[in-house]
Antibody, heavy 114, light 112 residues
Framework: EVQLVESGGGLVQPGGSLRLSCAASGFTFSYYSMNWVRQASGKGLEWISYINNSSSAIYYADSVRGRFTISRDKAKNSVYLQMNSLRDEDTAVYYCARGTMIDWGQGTRVTVSS | DIVMTQTPTSLSVTPGQPASISCKSS???????????LYWYLQKPGQSPQLLIY???SRFSGVPDRFSGSGSGTDFTLKISRVEAEDVGVYYCMQGIHLPRTFGQGTKVEIK
């Protein structure tokens, strides 16, 4: 069974940083690209970052480029999202998703507020 | 960026009746490999999104056959042949041909 388990969310002040993690199991992690998608409360889905299976291709949404960094660790079967210079508008539930969003984690909530 | 436009924004359906959701993309989703990268997801209340349909018409594992996808190029449709209570939630289409991935704004399906 495929499992994606996000962690690392929480309350942070504007300008602060958080690192999200997504632990993957139940599939061959090194075969798949991974994504981060977020959803503000009551809003739709916003794709924010992609990393291919070898980490050779990385993409970001304009809204987070220059502030967020995606990475992956094949030894730990995990993907990460380092979030710096956080803004109020980054408040959302953050999901990791496998491949072309085949499977999704349960999400981790990030709240940016003073 | 490819803009995905879904209609309607909400739908109230009597159990056992059909439902249909339209999704239009601002560019063709037909790849040079011959596949069309259009996906449908359902986000049930309080849950993560789940994949229903991939590449326009292929049902994901475990998805009931009352769900069907159709379309080509830039115009796509998700149909539910007979809506059941468990089908409530928000439906999203997504294009998978280009980065950034983009989603439709969602269609909320409720039961009458």
């Amino acid at each position: 069974e495929v499992q994606l388990v996000e962690s690392g969310g929480g309350l942070v002040q504007p300008g602060g940083s958080l690192r999200l993690s997504c632990a993957a199991s139940g599939f061959t992690f090194s075969y798949y690209s991974m994504n981060w998608v977020r959803q503000a409360s009551g809003k739709g889905l916003e794709w924010i970052s992609y990393i291919n299976n070898s980490s050779s291709a990385i993409y970001y949404a304009d809204s987070v480029r220059g502030r967020f960094t995606i990475s992956r660790d094949k030894a730990k079967n995990s993907v990460y999202l380092q979030m710096n210079s956080l803004r109020d508008e980054d408040t959302a539930v953050y999901y990791c998703a496998r491949g072309t969003m085949i499977d999704w984690g349960q999400g981790t909530r990030v709240t940016v507020s003073s | 960026d490819i803009v995905m436009t879904q209609t309607p924004t909400s739908l109230s359906v009597t159990p056992g009746q059909p439902a249909s959701i339209s999704c239009k993309s601002s560019q063709s989703l037909l790849h040079t490999d011959g596949k069309t990268y259009l996906y449908w997801y359902l986000q049930k209340p309080g849950q993560s999104p789940q994949l229903l349909i991939y590449e326009v018409f292929s049902r994901f594992s475990g998805v009931p056959d009352r769900f069907s996808g159709s379309g080509s190029g830039t115009d796509f449709t998700l149909k539910i042949s007979r809506v059941e209570a468990e089908d409530v939630g928000v439906y999203y289409c997504m294009q998978g041909i280009h980065l950034p991935r983009t989603f439709g704004q969602g269609t909320k399906v409720e039961i009458k």
